[in-house]
């Protein structure tokens, strides 16, 4: 019998096994490999993590460090600051202690000198004190003055002049010209001279001279005059000057004497100067003749009714310092009936006393 020739396909199942064997072992293959590519790559990415942590874990340390160190820092900055401020002042002070040592350098040599003036000084005084002394032993230092009057002028006045600071105040206005109006008018025009001449103003100048002369040696003077305006006879201000200068208080007696009377009476312009003296006076010794005629301004009529200077009067006291002991010596004058009154309840007030003498005193 003869043979079927068989033809050969190539998918025939034997092939086809032969195919997918093969196929299956390549897929295998893969499996195995991409899993152990997975698993080291797993591997990988944990130690990453791992120092990705580690290294945001420094970074947070680091930024902590760094606040710390900033803090430090500004702490340092403003400590030295401080310290600088400090060192400033203390150059400061270190330079103002030497001015201060210099200053004190030169007021030590200063004083040198003034020790040395002050010992020659006392060194004087005290010659001047015991030839006071030697004078009170003999009777001739109890005055500061000698007054040598005619007749006996112990009278029984009341008035003692005491005190440790003691103030004379002379009327040096136009009525002490003469007692009465008329001669009064007649005199102010008169020269200078003639008027210095005066009775009534001699009179005066003789009273400021008795009282100058009555000064205890151990106390303090200062004479004024006043009319619309107050004038010391020392110096150009009220100041107080010892009695134990007789150059001093015979400075004073000279130029009174070269005065003579002229203008209006504000005795308010007298008190006001009074109250700005320090200390205070121990006695006033006013010597006057009639009430003010003018107040702080100038009258705008030429004649004051005697009403109105009572007024004046008033109005003047209330710059009067109140603890001032007021003596009045008063030289009546024509036409001003009040005065009197007026004077002796100031003096009663402020305890001082009431003087009107003779034409003979002092």
């Not at 000057?241 to 002229?262: T, Y």
């Not at 009529?301 to 009067?313: H, I, M, Q, Y």
């Given at each position: 019998?003869?043979?079927?020739?068989?033809?050969?396909?190539?998918?025939?199942?034997?092939?086809l096994?032969?195919?997918?064997?093969?196929?299956?072992?390549?897929v295998?293959?893969?499996?195995?490999?991409?899993?152990?590519?997975?698993?080291?790559?797993?591997?990988?990415?944990?130690?990453?993590?791992?120092?990705?942590?580690?290294?945001?874990?420094?970074?947070?340390?680091g930024?902590?460090?760094?606040?710390?160190i900033?803090?430090?820092?500004?702490?340092?900055?403003s400590?030295?600051?401080?310290?600088?401020?400090?060192?400033?002042?203390?150059?400061?002070?270190?330079?103002q202690?030497e001015?201060?040592?210099?200053?004190?350098?030169?007021?030590?040599?200063?004083?040198?000198?003034?020790?040395?003036?002050?010992?020659?000084?006392i060194?004087a005084?005290?010659?001047e004190?015991?030839?006071?002394?030697?004078?009170?032993?003999?009777g001739?230092g109890?005055q500061?003055?000698?007054?040598?009057?005619e007749?006996?002028?112990?009278?029984l006045?009341?008035?003692?002049?005491?005190?440790?600071?003691?103030?004379?105040?002379?009327?040096?206005s136009?009525?002490?010209l003469?007692?009465?109006?008329?001669?009064?008018?007649?005199?102010?025009?008169?020269?200078?001279?003639?008027?210095?001449?005066?009775?009534?103003?001699?009179?005066?100048?003789?009273?400021?001279?008795?009282?100058?002369?009555?000064?205890?040696?151990?106390?303090n003077?200062e004479?004024?005059?006043?009319?619309?305006d107050?004038?010391?006879?020392?110096?150009?201000?009220?100041?107080?000057?010892?009695?134990s200068?007789?150059?001093?208080?015979?400075?004073?007696?000279?130029?009174?004497?070269?005065?003579s009377?002229?203008?209006?009476?504000a005795?308010?312009?007298l008190?006001s100067?009074?109250?700005g003296m320090?200390?205070?006076?121990?006695?006033?010794?006013?010597?006057?003749?009639?009430l003010?005629?003018?107040?702080?301004?100038?009258?705008?009529?030429?004649t004051?009714?005697?009403?109105?200077?009572?007024?004046?009067?008033?109005?003047?006291?209330q710059?009067?310092?109140?603890?001032?002991?007021?003596?009045?010596?008063l030289f009546?004058?024509?036409?001003?009936p009040?005065?009197a009154?007026?004077?002796w309840?100031?003096?009663?007030?402020?305890?001082?006393?009431?003087l009107?003498?003779?034409r003979?005193?002092?």
């Amino acid at each position: 019998m003869a043979k079927k020739n068989r033809q050969f396909n190539v998918f025939s199942l034997s092939f086809l096994d032969v195919m997918s064997c093969g196929f299956g072992a390549v897929v295998l293959i893969y499996l195995i490999i991409n899993h152990e590519a997975q698993q080291e790559k797993t591997t990988v990415s944990k130690d990453q993590l791992s120092e990705v942590r580690m290294l945001d874990y420094q970074v947070q340390q680091g930024q902590k460090n760094l606040f710390e160190i900033q803090e430090a820092l500004d702490s340092a900055l403003s400590k030295l600051a401080t310290t600088r401020s400090s060192l400033a002042a203390l150059n400061e002070d270190v330079l103002q202690k030497e001015r201060t040592l210099e200053d004190l350098k030169e007021n030590s040599d200063a004083k040198e000198q003034n020790l040395d003036e002050l010992s020659s000084d006392i060194a004087a005084r005290e010659e001047e004190v015991k030839r006071l002394r030697a004078q009170a032993e003999d009777g001739a230092g109890v005055q500061a003055r000698s007054f040598a009057g005619e007749g006996d002028r112990q009278y029984l006045t009341g008035l003692k002049v005491g005190g440790s600071h003691i103030l004379i105040a002379l009327d040096q206005s136009a009525s002490m010209l003469d007692d009465e109006i008329v001669n009064v008018l007649r005199r102010r025009n008169m020269p200078e001279e003639r008027k210095r001449r005066a009775p009534k103003w001699q009179r005066a100048l003789r009273t400021v001279e008795w009282l100058a002369a009555q000064l205890p040696l151990d106390s303090n003077f200062e004479i004024l005059t006043f009319n619309t305006d107050v004038t010391p006879l020392i110096g150009p201000a009220p100041a107080w000057h010892p009695v134990s200068d007789a150059n001093k208080l015979d400075q004073a007696i000279r130029e009174l004497k070269g005065m003579s009377p002229d203008e209006g009476t504000a005795i308010v312009k007298l008190f006001s100067a009074i109250a700005g003296m320090n200390p205070l006076p121990d006695n006033l010794y006013l010597i006057v003749d009639s009430l003010p005629t003018q107040g702080e301004r100038a009258p705008r009529r030429a004649t004051v009714s005697g009403n109105r200077r009572v007024d004046l009067f008033r109005e003047a006291l209330q710059k009067l310092p109140k603890q001032v002991p007021v003596n009045v010596i008063l030289f009546p004058m024509e036409g001003d009936p009040l005065a009197a009154a007026s004077y002796w309840n100031v003096a009663r007030v402020t305890g001082g006393s009431f003087l009107s003498p003779s034409r003979d005193w002092p």
